[in-house]
């Protein structure tokens, strides 16, 4: 297991710290409700450096992007961020990403730290165009300050208006005293906030420094169990539950991040998938009874007959009911639709709602 830069921090202050995609993972502090509320009425600040970062230059960077990636990198300008995926050759997904444009012919891919390998395996092995390719996520670490006083708190540590960097936007600038670091606003969380990638021996002094600028905010170390609920009111697709290696794009509904303004890798399968209509797809539900859906758990039909599987699930901490994503049939994927939830030989009620779950 690796450990962040951050790891006897997260021991001195009491975090239950378990693997996860490889590293030693501050979980939980003191407990994930209280984690998750502070994150949607306050500030709290997640360490997760286990991220990847690579960095692709040269004139054919972008023609490389937009070979391997479904989103359309062309409309990127300097200091925009894109969410895309990379998709594989045989309909699915090899992991969802962020592609930030830092200069007209440099960019930084924001890749999952479970996919590291595999990722710069995939974009090497299409590689073909002369890009130089960088791995320097074992150099960077990246803090996720999150809330709706995320800004107010912050705005002490650099002379960027952080209230002016819209959302999926970024500036490379000062914070805590250190130069060339990257603000980015592509929050996980629907909160608000922004996300700091800096050096691994600058990480210490920044944490530090913003918990001192965050104190009177009621600033507060949020572990990973409560970014998954957070992410999870909002509907946003985890990697290894929601999306995966067999999970198509359109399936997923992330055909807004699937552009046929191009050629990339399967997109005439997909493009097809697309006019055809797909057999299968991503719904959320609400539990209609006291009870919580888990990853796993069977969806059936009024029949008891098995339809698919709950992809990822939760009691929401923000709304106080079960919620949950699957996939399922079409034809059971209209909103107002019932299904059930196997839970212990209980076929309990689920009614299929339209995202996100938590409306601010």
């Not at 502070?38 to 054919?60: A, I, Q, Y």
């Not at 960077?61 to 990127?76: C, G, P, R, Y």
């Not at 909002?234 to 290696?245: K, P, Q, V």
Request: with cysteine; charged share 20%.
């Amino acid at each position: 297991m690796k450990n962040t830069a951050l790891i006897s921090v997260h021991e001195n202050l009491g975090a239950k710290i378990l693997p996860f995609a490889g590293y030693n993972m501050p979980i939980l502090y003191e407990g994930v409700n209280a984690e998750h509320e502070t994150v949607r009425n306050g500030v709290g600040v997640f360490d997760v450096s286990h991220m990847g970062e690579f960095f692709l230059k040269g004139p054919k960077a972008l023609d490389l992007i937009q070979k391997v990636t479904s989103n359309d990198a062309s409309t990127l300008t300097i200091g925009r961020a894109q969410y895309s995926c990379l998709p594989n050759n045989e309909g699915g997904i090899v992991d969802d990403l962020i592609v930030y444009k830092m200069a007209d012919e440099e960019y930084l891919l924001v890749v999952n730290a479970s996919n590291i390998d595999k990722d710069w395996d995939w974009i090497s092995s299409h590689n073909d165009l002369g890009v130089s390719m960088e791995n320097r996520s074992d150099e960077y670490s990246l803090l996720a300050i999150q809330g709706p006083k995320a800004v107010e708190a912050m705005q002490s540590l650099s002379s960027i208006d952080l209230s002016q960097i819209a959302y999926y936007h970024f500036e490379v600038g000062d914070f805590a005293g250190f130069d060339n670091v990257i603000i980015s606003a592509t929050g996980y969380t629907g909160s608000g906030g922004f996300e700091i990638y800096c050096k691994n021996d600058q990480v210490e002094a920044i944490w530090n420094k913003v918990f001192e600028a965050g104190a009177a905010f009621g600033i507060k170390p949020i572990g990973l169990a409560a970014r998954d609920t957070l992410r999870l009111e909002m509907g946003f697709c985890l990697y290894g539950n929601d999306i995966n290696d067999t999970t198509s794009p359109l399936e997923a509904g992330l055909g807004w991040i699937t552009k046929f303004t191009k050629e990339f890798t399967n997109s005439e399968n997909l493009k097809k998938q697309k006019e055809n209509g797909v057999a299968r797809k991503l719904i959320a539900f609400e539990m209609q009874e006291r009870s919580v859906p888990r990853h796993d758990y069977e969806i059936v039909d009024s029949n008891g007959t098995v339809i698919g599987v709950v992809t990822s699930g939760t009691m929401s901490p923000s709304m106080n009911v079960g919620i949950g994503l699957g996939y399922v049939p079409t034809t059971f994927s209209a909103i107002d639709s019932t299904i059930y939830i196997r839970i212990r030989k209980n076929d309990v009620p689920a009614k299929v709602v339209k995202l996100p779950f938590y409306k601010k």
